[in-house]
């Protein structure tokens, strides 16, 4: 089992920028996906970006390409997402996940409000 605790979150204006940090313990970490989702009240979860924890490569949605950066720290056991040029509609609550083949594990998750 993989446990995951995020961080980060609050209010910020449109335009400025929050970094968001999940840390994970459990199980090793090496043949998993990280990556950070989000959802609004009355839509779906959203997938937001990942990355592989073992090769460090990125991946992002449409949404988040040129705004979002996703990292890991494999000392600190924590995966970040660093958000710039927050918009109004970046605001949800933002969730971090870990999956490996048919295994899936969420955070709490932690509230992003942007402010116009």
């Known amino acids: 089992q993989v446990q995951l605790v995020e961080s980060g979150g609050g209010l910020v204006q449109a335009g400025g920028s929050l970094r968001l940090s999940c840390a994970a313990s459990g199980d090793t970490l090496n043949d998993y996906m990280l990556g950070w989702f989000r959802q609004t009240p009355g839509k779906e979860r959203e997938y937001v970006a990942r990355i592989s924890w073992s090769s460090g490569t990125p991946y992002y949605a449409d949404s988040a390409k040129g705004r979002f950066t996703i990292s890991r720290d494999e000392v600190k056991n924590t995966v970040y997402l660093q958000m710039n040029s927050l918009k109004p509609e970046d605001t949800a609550v933002y969730y971090c996940?870990?999956?490996?083949?048919?295994?899936?594990?969420w955070g709490q998750g932690t509230q992003v409000t942007v402010s116009s």
């Open positions: 996940n870990a999956a490996r083949n048919f295994l899936r594990y």
